[in-house]
């Protein structure tokens, strides 16, 4: 089993910035990569930024590239996700999410086996 623990959600302003951060514990090694997911209400879940432990690959949902960049420590098994220009269609709550899946299928959220509990992240105009 793997626990994942988000912080750093929160109120902010369009042109803002904010930090998310997703603590990892447990049996990490069994996990090939880790993402962002977000919802906003009345929508589906869609991937916002992801990580591959093995290659190093990164990936950008088009809706956040320049803006996001998400990161890790491997020394503190913490990812986060920095978020600057933020925009009211940002606002959504973001799941950090941790699993094994395939290179072809990695943007389905089923496919990824561990979820944080969520943070919300709101965005004002």
């Known amino acids: 089993q793997v626990q994942l623990v988000e912080s750093g959600g929160g109120l902010v302003q369009a042109g803002g910035s904010l930090r998310l951060s997703c603590a990892a514990s447990g049996r990490i090694a069994s996990t090939s990569g880790m993402a962002w997911f977000r919802q906003a209400p009345g929508k589906e879940r869609e991937l916002v930024a992801a990580f591959s432990w093995s290659t190093g690959n990164t990936y950008y949902a088009n809706s956040v590239k320049g803006r996001f960049t998400i990161s890790r420590d491997n020394a503190k098994n913490t990812v986060y996700l920095q978020m600057n220009s933020l925009k009211p269609e940002d606002t959504a709550v973001y799941y950090c999410?941790?699993?094994?899946?395939?290179?072809?299928?990695?943007?389905?959220?089923?496919?990824?086996?561990?979820w944080g509990q969520g943070t919300q992240v709101t965005v004002s105009s």
């Open positions: 999410v941790a699993g094994a899946p395939s290179e072809n299928y990695f943007r389905d959220a089923g496919v990824w086996d561990y």
